[in-house]
């Protein structure tokens, strides 16, 4: 009940494309959703995070899109750049403090 | 901009011995934690520490794990004896209080291989 389930495992896109990144949950508990983009040899940076009370949350080029009632969320970047070429991670906690779960994993490459 | 630092970067050691993997959280960050990812797989929660002790663990942090804060700004991992499949990058991450975001920011990790 604890698993965040993500797909692509793998994805490519053409510069100035859009890059769609899937994930399901299956905890009702819990009530954070961030990304987190990690480059070779380095830690996961946030990249954006959303509540359940909103089903849609934009910063820039990345729109987090939220579905409660399925119990899946989505990561869109827009207007692809090769910069965006790193792994994306979903996660979700329960309560401030708790623990993240994270998703497998989605590498993604932009070609130029 | 504030982060969260690690060292050593990369650690080599052989099966059985003991190894400290530290950290250096966020100066005003209240609640930290340490997660494992080995190479190639999805990134794995192992303790979190709150108030000078453990608020949670799972399953992978047994006997041979323990976590310290031994000076009020170090936040350390100590592996007791160490098994082969405990290679795999291990991050710090760090959290302010309650109330602040909910974001828990990572270090850059320590790679660990044990040979």
């Known amino acids: 009940q604890q698993q965040v389930k993500q797909s692509p495992q793998s994805l490519i896109v053409q510069k100035g494309g859009i890059s769609i990144i899937n994930c399901a949950y299956e905890n009702t508990a819990f009530d954070y959703f961030p990304w987190y983009q990690q480059f070779p040899g380095k830690g996961p940076a946030l990249l954006i995070a959303i509540r359940p009370d909103v089903s849609e949350k934009k910063e820039g080029r990345f729109t987090i899109s939220f579905n409660k009632s399925a119990k899946q969320f989505s990561l869109h970047i827009m207007d692809s750049q090769p910069g965006d070429s790193a792994t994306y991670f979903c996660?979700?906690?329960?309560?401030?403090?708790?623990?993240?779960?994270f998703g497998g994993g989605t590498r993604v490459l932009v070609k130029p | 901009e504030p982060e969260v630092t690690q060292t050593p970067s990369h650690q080599v050691t052989q099966m059985g011995q003991e190894v400290i993997l530290r950290c250096v959280p966020i100066s005003n960050h209240l609640y930290f934690y340490w997660y494992r990812q080995i190479l190639g797989q999805k990134v794995e929660f192992l303790v979190s520490f709150y108030n000078n002790e453990i608020s949670e663990k799972s399953e992978i942090f047994d006997d041979q794990f323990s976590v310290e804060r031994p000076d009020g700004s170090n936040f350390t991992l100590k592996i007791r004896s160490t098994k082969l499949e405990d290679s795999a990058m291990y991050f710090c991450a760090s959290r302010g209080a309650i109330g602040v975001a909910d974001t828990q920011y990572f270090g850059p990790g320590t790679r660990l291989t044990v040979l």
């Open positions: 996660a979700a906690n329960k309560a401030a403090g708790n623990k993240l779960t």
